[in-house]
């Protein structure tokens, strides 16, 4: 091939590279990114679909650990507490959660996070009521919590309807009776309030909301 043919091929390929990146890329970059928000959009609609909340309730969730009064009066209420640990097993005991595993253990997975999840708000958003099934210490933790300043003001925060509220019950209850509870409480959030630092770990993560059957 002549040096003359092998100029005109490298200019017509450099004409066709600039072409793709001023015309075709821009599109293609356009397109890519907004096939990615599509997908974050679906996941979050997803989520909070499947977690048979209401908005308000769904928004706030990433806010529970934030609130530092919230946070304060929770602390106090779990230290005048037995022991966590047996409050946490004597809920595992009642709801049958987590069964095939150690009555002690600290493990936690999707499937029974899940299943426990679904159970527990299908009874209390979409039946009216799952309140009489469940275990004492939790429920009094809760009955506490819900009735102090912190949380008051973060229902008014949020602008809860008393329906909201109810649902918070039941994500309290929720958060109590997990298997790392109480490991989680005196790792972070006693230490938190303790240093009168941020809580570094979220009361409920939404991506453990999604892919519950509603």
Not at 13 to 27: A, G, R, T, Y
Not at 121 to 129: I, L, N, Y
Not at 144 to 153: C, D, E, P, R, V
Request: charged content about 30%; overall charge positive.
């Amino acid at each position: 091939m002549s040096n003359t043919k092998l100029k005109e091929n490298k200019q017509v390929m450099s004409e066709d590279w600039n072409s793709f990146v001023s015309d075709v890329l821009p599109i293609l970059t356009m397109g890519l990114l907004a096939a990615i928000q599509l997908g974050f959009t679906n996941l979050f609609t997803s989520n909070k679909k499947s977690s048979m909340l209401s908005d308000a309730v769904y928004d706030s969730l990433d806010d529970i650990y934030k609130d530092k009064e919230f946070v304060k009066d929770f602390v106090n209420i779990l230290k005048k507490e037995g022991n966590l640990e047996d409050i946490i097993a004597r809920a595992r005991d009642k709801h049958q959660d987590y069964r095939f595993q150690d009555r002690s253990s600290t493990k936690r997975n999707n499937m029974d996070d899940r299943n426990f999840y679904y159970s527990l708000m299908h009874g209390q958003v979409k039946q009216g009521s799952s309140e009489w099934s469940w275990e004492a210490d939790s429920t009094r933790i809760v009955n506490t919590l819900i009735k102090t300043n912190g949380y008051k003001n973060f229902s008014k925060k949020h602008k809860f309807t008393a329906v909201d509220d109810k649902q918070m019950r039941a994500l309290f209850y929720y958060m109590i009776t997990r298997p790392d509870f109480a490991v989680n409480v005196k790792k972070y959030l006693f230490t938190a309030v303790a240093r009168n630092k941020d809580v570094v770990i979220r009361a409920i993560d939404k991506s453990n909301l999604s892919g519950i059957l509603t």
